[in-house]
């Protein structure tokens, strides 16, 4: 099928899937977890082919890790998909009611986006990830994951299609696109697709939004900052900063920069990094970092590179107002965070950081849907729209205004016969 086929089927299907039973989506979900483990074998057997084409081509080794798809990863895949199906049905919730007179009321019903794009990068759990926060909040889908993920794409996506269709979806709800070609005609189709998510660099989600006129929901760099501020527990910010840095590596919530008030950085860094040497992580610092402790000289450039390895830049300075400064201008609004003691530095530090996601004394690997209890993710918003950070099933829901009268007219009311009552109603009346 060409994409526009797709993309056609995409949309028929959408409409059906708006009104497909909370029911019929979780058995829809069993079934392709219980797909996933069935397939096991060929699914692992098209991740190998993947993995040793990528190891030809000297990818490197985080991102090996984030391509790899065993055994472990597919129990995590169904467990998510579990988590989802525990989850009550997001579809036709009653957001607010109103009765606007008597006998006219007014209700803001949550319903489906429609057809929802997503192009992500070579993780296959992402795939499983997407397709089934799609299918739990009544959105048909069109995926493209990375090239190197290809093989592994194509068998999921068939496992999957194969698995919610017979549960009782429509045929179209996901379709698979497989080239960048395959991209580039999608973003004309605002005919038939309602929303696009990238996820990948800032430079990727510009050209995205700046060659379609489809709504964008950007998931662009992770610059994410850990801010050891001046009144910060040592011991509980080194382990926060290697747990930020060193959980996961390759992922867009790990820290990038470690930021260190002048008042603890003689105390603070030779801790941090003896902890850091043990995980293998190179350090570049600024010229105060490098007075302290042995790092690389950092560059302009390493403040605002995400380095998706095991890397990390550090920086000391004069306390929390230079660090929010700092995070303003060369992060990316995604998760930052601040180790302190003092709860007037943690409100202040998390009301002035522009970002989706601003932790106290936390890690910042807590930015996903699933920790959320969002059920899973199908990206992180750094956007300032409807949906901002993990977006989970809220996320890929939009409202209808629902008006219930009998008989009623807008002239009774223009010419004063009948009024306005503007009742705030419980969502059940």
Not at 19 to 27: F, I, P, Q, T
Not at 178 to 187: H, K, P
Not at 367 to 384: C, M, P, Q
Not at 402 to 429: C, P, W
Request: aromatic share 6%; proline share 2%.
């Amino acid at each position: 099928m060409s994409i526009l086929e797709i993309s056609k089927a995409a949309k028929a299907a959408s409409i059906q899937m708006a009104a497909v039973s909370g029911k019929v989506k979780n058995a829809a979900l069993a079934e392709i977890a219980d797909a996933l483990k069935q397939h096991r074998f060929e699914i692992i057997a098209a991740n190998e082919k993947d993995l040793a084409l990528a190891r030809q081509n000297n990818i490197s080794a985080p991102l090996l890790k984030r391509l790899k798809f065993d055994d472990g990863k597919i129990a995590d895949a169904c467990a998510g998909i579990e988590s989802l199906i525990k989850l009550s049905d997001p579809v036709g919730k009653t957001l607010t009611a109103t009765e606007l007179a008597k006998g006219l009321k007014l209700y803001k019903v949550s319903c489906p986006i429609g057809v929802i794009g997503v192009i992500f990068e070579s993780r296959p759990d992402a795939l499983v990830q997407i397709s089934t926060l799609c299918l739990k909040s009544g959105n048909a889908v069109l995926l493209k994951g990375g090239s190197e993920a290809a093989q592994i794409n194509r068998v999921l996506a068939d496992v999957i299609i194969e698995a919610g269709e017979r549960a009782g979806l429509p045929k179209g709800w996901l379709g698979l696109l497989e080239t960048r070609a395959d991209v580039a005609e999608m973003l004309n189709l605002d005919e038939y697709i309602d929303l696009v998510v990238p996820r990948g660099s800032n430079e990727f989600v510009r050209y995205i939004m700046n060659n379609t006129n489809i709504p964008v929901l950007g998931h662009a760099d992770g610059i994410c900052h850990v801010y050891v501020d001046g009144a910060a527990n040592l011991d509980k910010a080194v382990k926060i900063a290697v747990d930020s840095k060193c959980q996961y590596a390759a992922v867009c919530n790990a820290a990038e920069t470690l930021l260190v008030d002048e008042k603890i950085a003689a105390e603070f860094l030779p801790l941090v990094k003896a902890a850091l040497d043990e995980q293998g992580v190179e350090l570049r610092g600024c010229r105060k970092t490098a007075s302290i402790i042995d790092v690389k000289p950092a560059t302009e450039k390493d403040w605002s590179t995400e380095y998706l390895d095991y890397i990390l830049s550090i920086k000391v300075v004069s306390g929390i107002d230079e660090a929010i400064e700092h995070i303003n201008k060369y992060g990316s609004h995604h998760t930052d965070a601040i180790v302190t003691k003092n709860k007037a530095a943690a409100e202040k530090f998390m009301n002035l950081v522009d970002s989706a996601d601003v932790f106290s004394n936390a890690s910042t690997r807590f930015s996903d849907g699933y920790r959320f209890g969002l059920g899973a993710e199908v990206g992180i918003s750094t956007n300032k729209i409807h949906a901002r950070g993990p977006v989970g099933l809220e996320g890929l829901l939009i409202y209808k205004w629902k008006l219930i009268g009998n008989g009623h007219i807008v002239a009774d009311y223009a010419n004063g016969r009948k009024k306005f009552t503007h009742k705030k109603l419980k969502r059940g009346e």
